[in-house]
């Protein structure tokens, strides 16, 4: 059954791309540009999740927000232009489930959306053919053999996914060449350990390539080999 979002902001620019985007992932939309409208949006029907701003014309997002958590436990993804910790900590101790703030790359709102609908319905854990890394900013998608940026995907060669999904099988793991060149050519290996530097520069071009800016997540640990980072996330 398809789920449905609803949509709180008084910019109608941010109004129409989210809906875009989320539609376009398979989700129902509705929209709302006041908090009172908003209100009475859930009061006609409970979406799976609400995409909620923080700065809106009547009643503020964080009043909102405190309102529906004294009769509804529905998770709330809480957008603001204010970045400070003080905002966010604030959002998130009225009931907020994530912070995003603005302005931000309609793809992370996807994925946030999500994730946050993955906890809510209690799968916590991925399915074993799905690995998620970096709080769902990159997913390797082994059934489909296809791997995501921020919803993204990455058009990448064979050689290049078995790379990636040996780095994201261990994430932070240093591999050496000659470990990576077995994962290309398979245990009875031939060949220069040379030729993994070449495939990683290809792998790093393309993630760098997508909006979320990637490359940064393959480190080169010098004198060793490679590794797939995960950066610690922002409260």
Same mark, same amino acid.
């Given at each position: 059954?398809?789920?449905?979002?609803?949509?709180?902001?008084?910019?109608?620019?941010?109004i129409e791309i989210a809906s875009a985007y989320?539609?376009?992932? $398979?989700?129902?939309?509705?929209?709302?540009?006041? $908090?009172?409208?908003?209100?009475?949006?859930? +009061?006609?029907?409970?979406?799976?999740?609400?995409?909620?701003?923080?700065?809106?014309?009547?009643?503020?997002?964080?009043?909102?927000?405190?309102?529906?958590?004294?009769?509804?436990?529905?998770?709330?993804?809480?957008?603001?232009?204010?970045? +400070?910790?003080?905002?966010?900590i604030r959002g998130l101790a009225l009931g907020?489930?994530?912070?995003?703030?603005?302005?931000?790359?309609?793809?992370?709102?996807?994925?946030?959306?999500?994730?946050?609908?993955?906890?809510?319905?209690?799968?916590?854990?991925?399915?074993?053919?799905?690995?998620?890394?970096?709080?769902g900013r990159l997913e390797v998608d082994l059934?489909?053999?296809?791997?995501?940026?921020?919803?993204?995907?990455?058009?990448?060669?064979?050689?290049?996914?078995?790379?990636?999904? +040996?780095?994201?099988?261990?994430?932070?793991?240093?591999?050496?060449?000659?470990?990576?060149?077995?994962?290309?050519? $398979?245990?009875?290996?031939?060949?220069?350990?040379?030729?993994?530097?070449?495939?990683?520069?290809?792998?790093?071009?393309?993630?760098?390539?997508?909006?979320?800016?990637?490359?940064?997540?393959?480190?080169?640990?010098?004198?060793?080999?490679?590794?797939?980072?995960?950066?610690?996330?922002?409260?």
């Amino acid at each position: 059954m398809t789920q449905s979002i609803l949509v709180v902001d008084d910019e109608p620019g941010i109004i129409e791309i989210a809906s875009a985007y989320l539609r376009r992932d $398979g989700f129902t939309v509705r929209t709302a540009t006041t $908090g009172r409208r908003a209100l009475d949006a859930v +009061a006609t029907q409970v979406p799976d999740l609400i995409v909620l701003d923080l700065m809106l014309p009547d009643v503020s997002g964080e009043e909102v927000c405190a309102s529906l958590r004294r009769s509804t436990s529905v998770p709330i993804l809480m957008l603001t232009a204010k970045s +400070a910790e003080a905002d966010r900590i604030r959002g998130l101790a009225l009931g907020a489930d994530d912070y995003l703030v603005k302005p931000f790359s309609p793809r992370e709102l996807v994925a946030r959306v999500r994730a946050i609908l993955r906890r809510a319905s209690g799968s916590l854990d991925p399915p074993a053919d799905l690995l998620v890394l970096d709080g769902g900013r990159l997913e390797v998608d082994l059934a489909a053999h296809e791997a995501r940026l921020l919803g993204e995907a990455v058009p990448l060669t064979a050689t290049e996914f078995r790379l990636l999904t +040996a780095f994201s099988r261990q994430p932070r793991r240093v591999f050496s060449r000659f470990e990576l060149l077995q994962v290309l050519q $398979g245990p009875d290996v031939e060949g220069f350990e040379r030729t993994v530097d070449v495939h990683i520069m290809r792998l790093r071009k393309k993630m760098d390539e997508t909006s979320a800016g990637a490359a940064d997540m393959i480190a080169t640990v010098y004198g060793v080999g490679y590794r797939l980072d995960e950066p610690a996330q922002n409260p």
